[in-house]
Nanobody, 128 residues
Framework: VQLQAFGGGLVQAGGSLRLSCAAS????????MGWFRQAPGKEREFVAT?????????YYADSVKGRFTISRDNFKKTVYLQMNSLKPEDTAVYYC?????????????????????WGQGTLVTVSS
């Protein structure tokens, strides 16, 4: 499975961006797909995840709840992260990841080491 994330860029505070992560190989519809981010000097942190299947459940970090929306298109093998009301503290490299173990448990899906495949990351910079 290969993942390619794109859509990052420079945006002013309060603005929006949509990240995409395209998958190739594997059975995309079965996988939970997550977004994580890593800010300079900080550890990687969970952002959002959507479980596998055609009616995936979504979970969000408290810091992005109500501002970010994760979604997936199983036909296009793509997962999206719509980011609204961006803040300077959202500045980070954003990574998408695939979990192939049919996990639906939120607590497990917040753990980066649960994911089997990772994209290369896309940089989001939010200016104040």
């Amino acid at each position: 499975v290969q993942l390619q994330a794109f859509g990052g860029g420079l945006v002013q505070a309060g603005g929006s961006l949509r990240l995409s992560c395209a998958a190739s190989g594997g059975t995309f519809s079965n996988y939970a797909m997550g977004w994580f981010r890593q800010a300079p000097g900080k550890e990687r942190e969970f952002v959002a995840t959507i479980t596998g299947g055609w009616s995936g459940r979504t979970y969000y970090a408290d810091s992005v709840k109500g501002r970010f929306t994760i979604s997936r298109d199983n036909f296009k093998k793509t997962v999206y992260l719509q980011m609204n009301s961006l803040k300077p503290e959202d500045t980070a490299v954003y990574y998408c990841a695939a979990e192939t173990g049919f996990t639906t448990n939120r607590n497990l899906l917040e753990i980066g080491s649960r994911y089997d495949y990772w994209g290369q990351g896309t940089l989001v910079t939010v200016s104040s």
